[in-house]
């Protein structure tokens, strides 16, 4: 739902991006505050149910429509901060589990993050109290891109058009464009495909499962040539330029990192991925697609600079990745300022 007082800024940002840009509205209701002609201020109301939504749908992802359009209303009124607020209507339990969980967390690391743009009220509980050694999952069989005689081709949809899946398996099978494209970047050794992040209690299994992690996991991944960087990839097929993907690659990012700061253990302690996770310095996750919502990327402006400049001191850089399409091929990359 839409109260009157957030007409106004939504059109400023629709005119300073130059699309017809909609917010999500079920189970949430958009505010606004003025001083004069200047907006001050975005509010979001939030049912709680919402946070039990995967977090590729729109709803799910109102905390990264609602900094990017503060972001892009900032831009829009030349300077002078943009406040957010989001309030979650009822009372929030300490203990929870699975899209909860990682709402609450986003959330919260968001907000720690930007405390002088974003306000979560109430106050969100630890999502951390309680959890008796915490664990993430490795792969359990490999990835269908690595077992022999997958061919991206047979991965095409019934229409013969891309999926994630085929995207993802074309760029393994054929990574030598993308690491060129990469090279000033200190790019990766190989790309590997599939790094999961599912987090479990004590054990790996579906009784102890604290997040969604059957199919959870960041796309493709690869360890720096100077072991310091651990390279994420958050693919997008053809079509999707849905704000979504931030929401997805900062959950993504941000558990990982705390994976590596919390020293959570791994089922399998040698798996490759967590290994070069605990060596990395750093983190870099490339928000891939062949374009984006302009809400996440529009005439070379990114509400990204303010999660990197944020994050700059812990090692962690969001950066945005294009390629470009010949049928189903990939011809070429680009990366975005």
Known sequence: MMDPSFKPALEKVRKETKHAIR??????????????????????????????????TNSASWVSFLLGLAYFLELAQKGGPVRCE??????????????????????????????????????????????????INSPRTGSICEKEGTRWQDLLNKKGELTERALECQIFEHPEPLLQALKGEDPP??????????????????????TPGGTSEVDLWGQSRSKKILHLFELKKPGNQMVGILTEAFYYTMLLK????????????D???????????????????????????????????????????????????????????????????
């Open 189 to 210: 050794i190989k790309m590997r495909s599939q790094f999961p992040v599912g987090l479990f209690e004590k054990e790996v299994s579906k009784a102890t499962h604290l």
């Open 23 to 56: 917010v999500p509205n079920p189970g949430i209701t958009w505010s606004a505050d003025e001083q004069g002609s200047r907006v001050v201020a975005l509010r979001v109301e939030v049912d709680q149910a919402v946070l039990d939504r995967n977090m590729q």
């Open 271 to 337: 798996w490759p991925g967590y290994q070069a996770l605990k060596k990395a310095d750093r983190i870099v996750m490339w928000l891939t697609a062949e374009g984006f919502h302009p809400l996440i990327a529009n005439k070379k402006r990114t509400p990204l600079a303010l999660f990197n400049q944020a994050l700059k001191p812990e090692g962690v850089e969001f950066r945005l990745l294009r390629y470009q399409l010949k049928g189903n091929r990939i011809m070429g990359w680009e990366i975005l300022p």
């Open 258 to 269: 705390a994976v590596k700061t919390r020293n959570i253990e791994c089922n399998k302690p």
């Open 86 to 135: 989001g309030h979650i209507l009822g009372n929030l339990k300490p203990r929870t589990r699975g899209h909860r969980w990682r709402s609450l967390f986003l959330l919260s690391e968001m907000a720690r993050l930007l405390p002088e743009r974003l306000t979560i009220t109430p106050a969100l509980p630890d999502v951390w109290q309680g959890i008796a050694n915490p664990m």
